[in-house]
């Protein structure tokens, strides 16, 4: 059951990450064409520097899933893989406990990120000039508060191997997300 779990988590994390990725590859088309602009036509193109605002915070949690499901967050473990090479259920647990405290986070982020998006819906919050170009808030913060909860997920997800090795004293075997 939670093999299967896991890997529907998976491709939606996956997919997340790509769409992303290919924010990213907006971004830079969207970036050389203002400057492009610029040089060309002495200009820059409405709108870039409120859509790059809005859309560095979209890109980064859209990728947090899968960063955290493929252990590529920052992490510092020195101390815990000391711990875990002499102790290995007891490092185990404190990943399990690590983990939980993730998944905490996370799930505060989208929590209180709920009423704010709630407000700028409901108000009309924007980035840039009025009549001459905007952005509502309220899609930066629904992404958010989205990939915040499935981030959770994944540390949840993780969490409960750790666990799993920790009571099983199989703490050798790799966590897959």
Request: hydrophobic share 55%; with cysteine.
């Given at each position: 059951?939670l093999?299967?779990?896991?890997?529907?988590?998976r491709?939606?994390?996956?997919a997340?990450?790509g769409?992303g990725?290919l924010?990213?590859?907006v971004?830079?088309?969207?970036i050389?064409?203002?400057?492009?602009?610029m040089?060309?036509?002495?200009?820059?193109?409405t709108?870039?520097?409120?859509?790059?605002?809005?859309?560095?915070?979209?890109?980064v949690f859209?990728?947090?899933?899968?960063?955290l499901?493929?252990n590529?967050?920052?992490?510092?473990?020195?101390?815990i893989?000391?711990?875990?090479?002499?102790?290995?259920?007891?490092?185990?647990a404190?990943?399990?406990?690590?983990?939980?405290?993730?998944?905490?986070?996370l799930l505060?982020?989208?929590?209180?990120g709920?009423?704010?998006?709630e407000?700028?819906?409901?108000?009309?919050?924007?980035?840039g000039?009025?009549?001459?170009?905007?952005?509502?808030?309220?899609p930066?913060?629904?992404?958010?508060m989205?990939?915040?909860?499935?981030?959770?997920?994944?540390?949840?997800?993780i969490?409960?191997?750790?666990?799993?090795r920790?009571?099983?004293?199989?703490a050798n075997?790799?966590?897959?997300?």
């Amino acid at each position: 059951m939670l093999d299967l779990f896991a890997s529907k988590l998976r491709l939606l994390t996956m997919a997340l990450n790509g769409l992303g990725t290919l924010l990213i590859l907006v971004l830079m088309a969207m970036i050389n064409l203002d400057v492009l602009s610029m040089n060309a036509l002495g200009a820059p193109i409405t709108g870039v520097k409120e859509s790059i605002a809005l859309s560095i915070a979209v890109i980064v949690f859209l990728q947090m899933p899968e960063t955290l499901r493929a252990n590529r967050h920052i992490a510092s473990d020195m101390w815990i893989t000391r711990l875990s090479d002499r102790h290995p259920r007891v490092g185990e647990a404190l990943q399990m406990v690590f983990h939980l405290l993730g998944a905490a986070m996370l799930l505060l982020i989208a929590r209180f990120g709920w009423p704010m998006m709630e407000e700028a819906f409901r108000n009309g919050y924007y980035v840039g000039t009025v009549n001459v170009f905007t952005l509502p808030t309220w899609p930066t913060f629904a992404v958010v508060m989205f990939c915040s909860s499935i981030t959770a997920l994944q540390y949840i997800l993780i969490a409960a191997q750790h666990a799993s090795r920790a009571l099983s004293g199989d703490a050798n075997k790799p966590t897959k997300g």
